[in-house]
Nanobody
Framework: QVQLVQSGGGLVQAGGSLRLSCTIS????????VAWYRQGPGKQRDMVAS??????NYENSVKGRFTITLDLTKNTVSLQMNSLKPEDTGVYYC??????????WGQGTQVTVSA
């Protein structure tokens, strides 16, 4: 059984940095791709970064500030977030798409950026 366990996040001042991690455990089949989503207060869950199939994409507001990394030696997906802004506040979720197993989600991690 696959599990995604997230760590990182917390409270940071504007301009600061945080790193989120998502560790994949269990029986892992081949991956189609991985992504990080953000759900701001009262908003829908939107993708902020994704990578897979040799392609990496970022939502416009995070380009140049966020970096998604997939480390297959550690079965970990990371999101490095720099120059954080109050509008980056929200619950962040990792998502992993497996070729045979389908999509799995992490439990969510709160990120709060104070002005």
């Amino acid at each position: 059984q696959v599990q995604l366990v997230q760590s990182g996040g917390g409270l940071v001042q504007a301009g600061g940095s945080l790193r989120l991690s998502c560790t994949i455990s269990g029986t892992i089949s081949r991956l189609n791709g991985v992504a990080w989503y953000r759900q701001g207060p009262g908003k829908q869950r939107d993708m902020v970064a994704s990578t897979g199939g040799g392609t990496t994409n970022y939502e416009n507001s995070v380009k140049g500030r966020f970096t998604i990394t997939l480390d297959l030696t550690k079965n970990t997906v990371s999101l490095q977030m720099n120059s954080l802004k109050p509008e980056d506040t929200g619950v962040y979720y990792c998502k992993v798409d497996f070729r045979l197993l389908g999509a799995y989600w992490g439990q969510g991690t709160q990120v709060t950026v104070s002005a």
